[in-house]
């Protein structure tokens, strides 16, 4: 039977509050633990920030007292929500080892989505993203073989290939082509919604954690790598977020925010292969469902409207991590040269786009493109992880 979390009865609000104890969470084995398992608790932690962040601007915007009260009740568990979520990282596992895992949620994520995207548009807006990303993921295993001296098929275990993307250079656009059209609510399929907050909430966790972690780099390639990236990740961000119907209420977006990590958890919770971290999705699933009740009151009162009027009827299916190798090959093939132009995009360059590339570049060469240079210098080759063949758009190994 379809799960509607809107019939379903969570945790009191009283009863969310955990002590201590009950946050000092065990974290994963980084040598044993699945890689999608690291997957699942990097999105759900990009879901939580966005959830408390939103909470925040929601609230700054509120004159109401009692709302603003309720809402930071919601938002301290919210929070400690996050901290048990992102505290199954392992502290053993460095920096980079972090930022591979990061780079294989965004693009086993993003194809997922892509994939099961029922709008045109939007699934072209994810299928561009996603060729970005992946090219990330190939410039990071690069600098990890050349700076640890480790393989990133460790961390992906073969189940993400790792080679390259739409060379990272050219992801650098003039900010207009970086705005698209947002979807219309009175039409859009609710799982558009979703799909677009997810990916939002996502891309706005790396798009911070690169921002943060970059200048704690020692080796100039690697703070410069994380600096281009970083901008990169900043045009995804703004890409993402302008998908989304900015005519939805402060409460409808509040709605569709605790819906959509009551369908995230909830997905975790059929698909996760781990029994300990299965838990905390369930525990968290439950949660979530009171403040889904809340929300829908809250949208009820100051909407005039039934939550059933913008909601799905039940959750959609599980959002899973699988491998995408023969999306994102075909995407390869088809897509690689493609670029903005306004809300739409091209195959050619453009003077925008050139204008961009020649202030952002100024003549040189990008750490982008010089970190594989520089592996291929030191370890004889770049790095590739081609588990399915060679490269799709040709692309050969360099020697």
């Given at each position: 039977?379809?799960?509607?979390?809107l019939?379903?009865?969570?945790?009191?609000?009283?009863?969310?509050?955990?002590?201590?104890?009950?946050?000092?969470?065990?974290?994963?084995?980084?040598?044993?633990?699945?890689?999608?398992?690291?997957?699942?608790?990097?999105?759900?932690?990009?879901?939580?920030?966005?959830?408390?962040?939103?909470?925040?601007?929601l609230?700054?915007?509120?004159?109401?007292?009692?709302?603003?009260?309720?809402?930071?009740?919601?938002?301290?568990v919210e929070?400690?929500?996050?901290?048990?979520?992102?505290?199954?990282?392992?502290?053993?596992?460095?920096?980079?080892?972090t930022t591979?895992?990061?780079?294989?949620?965004?693009?086993?994520?993003t194809?997922?989505?892509?994939?099961?995207?029922?709008?045109?548009?939007?699934?072209?807006?994810?299928?561009?993203?996603?060729?970005?990303d992946?090219?990330?993921?190939?410039?990071?295993?690069?600098?990890?073989?050349m700076?640890?001296?480790?393989?990133?098929?460790?961390?992906?275990?073969?189940?993400?290939?790792?080679?390259?993307g739409?060379?990272?250079?050219?992801?650098?656009?003039?900010?207009?082509?970086?705005?698209?059209?947002?979807?219309?609510?009175?039409?859009?399929?609710?799982?558009?919604?979703?799909?677009?907050?997810?990916?939002?909430?996502?891309?706005?966790?790396?798009?911070n954690?690169?921002?943060?972690?970059?200048?704690?780099?020692?080796?100039?390639?690697a703070?410069?790598?994380?600096?281009?990236?970083?901008?990169?990740?900043?045009e995804?961000?703004?890409?993402?977020?302008?998908?989304?119907?900015?005519?939805?209420?402060?409460?409808?977006?509040l709605?569709?925010?605790?819906?959509?990590?009551?369908?995230l958890?909830?997905?975790?919770?059929?698909?996760?292969?781990?029994p300990?971290?299965k838990?905390?999705?369930?525990?968290?699933?439950?949660?979530?469902?009171?403040?889904?009740?809340?929300?829908?009151?809250?949208?009820?009162?100051?909407?005039?409207?039934?939550?059933?009027?913008?909601?799905?009827?039940?959750?959609?299916?599980?959002?899973?991590?699988?491998?995408?190798?023969?999306?994102?090959?075909?995407?390869?093939a088809?897509?690689?040269?493609?670029?903005?132009?306004?809300?739409?995009?091209?195959?050619?360059?453009?003077?925008?786009?050139?204008?961009?590339?020649?202030?952002?570049?100024?003549?040189?060469?990008?750490?982008?493109?010089?970190?594989?240079?520089?592996?291929?210098?030191?370890?004889?080759?770049?790095?590739?992880?081609?588990?399915?063949?060679?490269?799709?758009?040709?692309?050969?190994?360099?020697?």
């Amino acid at each position: 039977m379809a799960f509607d979390p809107l019939q379903q009865r969570g945790i009191p609000l009283d009863e969310q509050l955990r002590d201590w104890r009950e946050l000092n969470v065990t974290p994963i084995d980084p040598d044993h633990a699945d890689p999608y398992t690291r997957c699942r608790i990097i999105t759900m932690n990009g879901i939580e920030t966005e959830a408390i962040l939103f909470s925040h601007q929601l609230a700054r915007h509120c004159p109401d007292l009692e709302i603003k009260q309720q809402l930071a009740r919601v938002r301290y568990v919210e929070a400690q929500q996050q901290k048990a979520v992102n505290w199954l990282l392992p502290g053993t596992s460095s920096v980079l080892e972090t930022t591979i895992a990061y780079e294989q949620v965004a693009v086993d994520l993003t194809a997922w989505v892509a994939r099961m995207e029922p709008d045109p548009y939007l699934k072209q807006a994810y299928q561009f993203g996603v060729l970005e990303d992946f090219d990330h993921l190939y410039r990071y295993a690069n600098l990890y073989e050349m700076i640890e001296h480790r393989k990133a098929e460790k961390i992906v275990d073969g189940l993400t290939e790792v080679m390259p993307g739409r060379p990272t250079y050219l992801h650098h656009r003039d900010p207009l082509d970086n705005v698209r059209q947002p979807y219309d609510r009175s039409v859009t399929e609710p799982l558009s919604r979703l799909h677009a907050l997810t990916v939002m909430a996502a891309e706005q966790q790396t798009m911070n954690f690169y921002m943060n972690v970059g200048p704690t780099c020692m080796e100039p390639i690697a703070r410069q790598l994380y600096q281009e990236i970083a901008m990169v990740e900043e045009e995804h961000v703004t890409h993402y977020e302008s998908l989304v119907d900015p005519g939805e209420s402060w409460w409808e977006m509040l709605l569709n925010h605790e819906y959509n990590e009551c369908y995230l958890y909830y997905s975790f919770m059929e698909t996760e292969s781990d029994p300990k971290v299965k838990n905390i999705w369930e525990l968290h699933l439950n949660m979530e469902l009171e403040h889904l009740r809340l929300a829908a009151d809250l949208f009820r009162r100051f909407d005039g409207r039934e939550p059933d009027q913008v909601l799905a009827p039940a959750l959609p299916p599980p959002v899973t991590f699988e491998p995408n190798k023969a999306y994102i090959r075909e995407l390869l093939a088809t897509q690689i040269d493609c670029t903005t132009l306004g809300t739409g995009y091209v195959k050619e360059a453009h003077e925008r786009f050139t204008r961009m590339q020649e202030a952002v570049m100024n003549g040189e060469k990008p750490a982008s493109e010089r970190v594989i240079d520089d592996n291929r210098a030191i370890s004889g080759r770049e790095y590739r992880l081609e588990t399915e063949g060679p490269h799709p758009a040709g692309l050969q190994l360099s020697r």
